[in-house]
């Protein structure tokens, strides 16, 4: 039951599937699905407080991420999009550089289909991810930047342009 369940389970949970050999980033992620559940009952009525939110800074520090955001490497530059382009093997490099400038998730450059890529309009209506529905379920058009316009016109001469832009790997 809902009010059953308070901090000290939580814990119990966390070493349990630590113990399992789970590592720290999947049993957060655990718990924020657990937080996201309880977040729905405190809203219709079915418990009174999200005992996620009520985790002290001892069990939090379990399952911290397991990287560091401020140490990780990013992509700072065009120039370095390029580089990391011409480094990487075909499809590979064409699913990079539409993820990278036109801001596709993963699943959605793995799920474009020529059919939604308009290089005239120099559009991309981005209506699908490789399994399934959209993350937010609304189709959105982006817009094809100078620097992907080229390389999208010779990867459609060079595949034929129909089906997915993106074969299957």
Known sequence: ?????????????????????????????????????????????HAAHNPVRLLPRSTRRLIRPAH????????ERLEDVRRIFLALEEPINIAYAIGALAGLRTGEVLGLKWGHVDLAARRIHVREAVSGPLKDDESRVVPILDSLHPILMAWKLK???????VPTM
């Open 1 to 45: 039951r809902p009010a059953e369940v308070d901090p000290p389970l939580h814990r119990r949970f966390i070493e349990a599937k630590l113990t399992e050999r789970l590592s720290a980033t999947t049993v957060r992620l655990l718990i924020l699905e657990i937080s996201g559940l309880f977040c729905d009952l405190v809203e219709q009525g």
């Open 68 to 75: 560091d955001p401020r140490t990780t490497p990013f992509v």
């Open 159 to 165: 595949t034929g342009g129909f089906g997915a832009v």
